[in-house]
């Protein structure tokens, strides 16, 4: 098993302290790295990453409203 996949499955048996302590962790080694970091302040850190994610997010929900808009019946 990889590392990678031993986190995933430990994860979701973190007590809520524990996941701020892990987020703490992450961020900060979003900083020493400095890779893609956007955005960073005291409560964490934006990436390309999250800004491409929001992006897609909104898109999708626009493409829904278009969707339903064209079904609607002609008044």
Do not use: C, K
């Amino acid at each position: 098993m990889s590392t990678l996949a031993e986190i995933e499955a430990a994860v979701p048996g973190l007590t809520t302290a524990e996941l701020l302590r892990l987020e703490q962790t992450l961020h900060q080694l979003y900083r020493v790295r400095g890779d893609a970091v956007v955005y960073d302040d005291r409560h964490g850190v934006v990436t390309e990453a999250d800004l491409i994610a929001s992006a897609d997010e909104a898109f999708q929900a626009y493409d829904r409203e278009e969707t339903e808009y064209a079904q609607r019946p002609a008044r």
